[in-house]
């Protein structure tokens, strides 16, 4: 019997479940998330041995406080029901500005201060404040770099791959996949046009959004999303929701982007034929519809592949990477996803890859299945990028290479 299990006394009477150690603990996460990602840097770069002069460290510690106290409330009034802009703003600024203090206070407030003592710099204090100024330097940086990273338009990555089954007559098919643009209380409107723009000099035959669009509901983020209707694609566009449309009234999502020329295609296909040769091109909602308890959607397979010659190769898309293993188990050839933002903070991506299967980039799931993970096109909460460049992704599909005379 497992925990989730109903368990039974010997008397046979129902017993409550167990909770194991870890669902315990996952409970409190959210409080003591917070706490650690302010309290060790406040620790680190100011009560380790540094003996700052009045008033550097009760001011830095005030200050400390402060955001501790500021960013959960912020990002409740911004991301609430209220979805006040400017306070989610200020909570997800706090948030990246808290994370990059947080992991390199670690590292180098471990690292730095061993190498110091080694090497036998100067005395404690001496060290000590070595370590602060190292550690506000670099984040100083990164934060930097990472904003100008997040709002600039996403460079080009472009690569072949070849699926066994294509025709020829399909050879050469240019596929755009954006992803994870996530429009939301930064307007970027201009950003937007931008990255249409960047994707009809690309001449791209199939163009692809799948998910994410933006962080509200479609009525909020109009404005934003609108450029979306001024991409050109020789066959078609098409996309699919991800889960942040289930947390902004997704069917508007579904809806706005049909009124801006985009095939939903939600549990369906549709077939791009060229040079005599069909490809199936599928799409499925995210894995979080059916939970979101909006009537008819969830992620269907077999729906979305229903009435397609099982001989046709397919291009999938599924919003998040873990699909691939219902994909793989039907013969995908290759599936398109997004979700991850390839960890959108260093070293964020430790993290997303307990929950996914892929971070980003190209992988084999299975004798036939491909999934090319996009690190996304825009960025969400935090308005930063560190060591996880957004894309625009250029996928040109190849078949078979002819065999090789003797």
């Excluded at 009477?13 to 409080?31: D, F, H």
């Excluded at 209380?185 to 001449?203: E, F, I, Q, T, Y």
């Amino acid at each position: 019997m497992t925990d989730t299990d109903e368990a039974r006394s010997a008397d046979g009477t129902a017993r409550a479940p167990r909770r194991s150690g870890l669902n315990r603990l996952m409970r409190y996460v959210p409080l003591i998330a917070p706490i650690l990602l302010w309290a060790v840097p406040c620790w680190v770069l100011l009560h380790t041995g540094q003996h700052w002069p009045l008033p550097v460290a009760p001011v830095g510690t005030a200050l400390f406080v402060l955001g501790l106290v500021a960013m959960p409330l912020t990002m409740a009034r911004g991301h609430g029901r209220r979805q006040q802009d400017r306070a989610a703003i200020v909570g997800d600024t706090l948030l990246g500005v808290a994370w990059v203090l947080f992991t390199w206070s670690v590292l180098l407030g471990v690292l730095l201060r061993l190498a110091l003592t080694a090497t036998g710099v100067g005395d404690g204090q001496h060290r000590a404040r070595i370590v602060t100024w190292a550690v506000l330097g670099v984040a100083a940086v990164l934060l930097t770099w990472g904003y100008a990273e997040a709002r600039r338009v996403p460079r080009v990555r472009r690569l072949d791959v070849r699926l066994p089954r294509l025709g020829a007559g399909l050879d050469g098919t240019r596929v755009v996949l954006i992803t994870d643009t996530h429009y939301g209380p930064l307007d970027r409107a201009r950003w937007s046009a931008r990255v249409c723009a960047k994707v009809n000099s690309l001449g791209a035959d199939l163009v692809c959004h799948t998910g994410d669009i933006a962080d509200g509901t479609a009525r909020r983020r109009r404005a934003q999303a609108a450029p979306l209707g001024t991409v050109q694609a020789t066959r078609a566009r098409v996309y699919v929701t991800g889960n942040h449309e289930y947390y902004s009234e997704a069917q508007g999502w579904v809806d706005l982007m049909d009124e801006l020329g985009w095939e939903p295609l939600r549990n369906r296909h549709l077939l791009l034929e060229r040079g005599g040769d069909t490809l199936v091109v599928a799409g499925v909602d995210d894995v979080t519809a059916e939970s979101s308890g909006l009537a008819g959607h969830r992620a269907h397979l077999a729906g979305a592949l229903d009435g397609a010659d099982p001989d046709l190769p397919v291009l999938l898309l599924a919003h998040q990477p873990k699909f691939v293993g219902r994909a793989a188990a039907e013969g995908v050839d290759l599936q398109l996803s997004g979700h991850t933002h390839g960890g959108q903070i260093w070293p964020f991506h430790h993290l997303v890859r307990i929950d996914q299967p892929a971070l980003a980039g190209l992988s084999r799931h299975g004798t036939r299945t491909l999934l090319y993970t996009s690190r996304g096109t825009g960025f969400w909460g935090p308005p930063f990028r560190v060591f996880a460049p957004s894309e625009i992704t250029l996928l040109v599909l190849r078949s078979p290479l002819p065999p090789t005379s003797p």
